[in-house]
């Protein structure tokens, strides 16, 4: 199983709104489609998620780090302050997140003061992310990293669950920045957690595990952090969805979309480490230091 990312054959940065012509990968079905489908994963061993799962992790960790390198200083530079997309997604994540809550007044309510610590801290962060200003955990991310835009490669669906699928494809790097890594994580997981909850997908459930163990072990500060993201992410559910259609979910679901969310939020912020053991989160705590 090998990980790849789209080839760019042209580009024209000066033609009008830009122009670029990537490599096609037109034989692949995105991750996400797969586990949200009854009949594709159930063509998917368990086994075969977790694979999946923990090779995706390890290449964004490889990433991470690479990007990270002296030697990469000038493509830190060139793409690392892209502040219009940094700005968007804070907008649609720690800008949104508290409004998302206003339709669930309880909630919002009993946990507004943590709630709000949270917002202005991504807030500040942003001036300093925009700015490329460097500090722990800090680097270059993907910036949209979920499974939709992970790509499994097979010659026909059928063939998804066989050996024939060998190919993981990385697209859509329009949102590449210079961030906290724990949004590329947080991110992740948080989409993962939205088709276990919404599809009742165990393999979401598997490849969260999986992803975290591909990925490796990260300190507590990064852990928590995770954690927060997580929560943000998967709170974003209720805004994801054409503004003339229903919120997705039964009423119980909703509901309880909404109290997980703001549980990991909370418990990320208060750093309550414990709670975080009977959670998919549990592995990101069993390395920390």
Known sequence: MKVKIPVTYFLDLNAHRGIAIQQDFRHSTDIASIIRSTELSDLWAQSQALRTSQEVGKWLRHFHEWASEPEQADFRSKVGCNGPMQRLKHKVTYGAFIDVLKNFPNILGKNIRVLEGVKERAELELHDLISGKDGPDRGMIHGDCWMGNVLLSNSSLAQIG???????????????????????????????????????????????????????????EMAFRTAIHTGVQLLGWYNRRAPSDAVKGTEEQILNAANISTNLIIKGWEQERQWFQSTPLALLFHSGT
Do not use: K, P
């Open 162 to 220: 066989s050996d024939a699928a060998t190919d993981i494809i990385f697209i859509d790097w329009e949102m590449c920045q210079f961030s906290h890594r724990a949004y590329d994580l947080g991110h992740m997981i948080g989409d993962l957690y939205e088709a276990y909850h919404f599809h009742d997908s165990d393999i979401a459930l598997t490849m969260i595990t999986g992803f975290i163990d591909g990925y490796g072990g990260v300190n507590n």
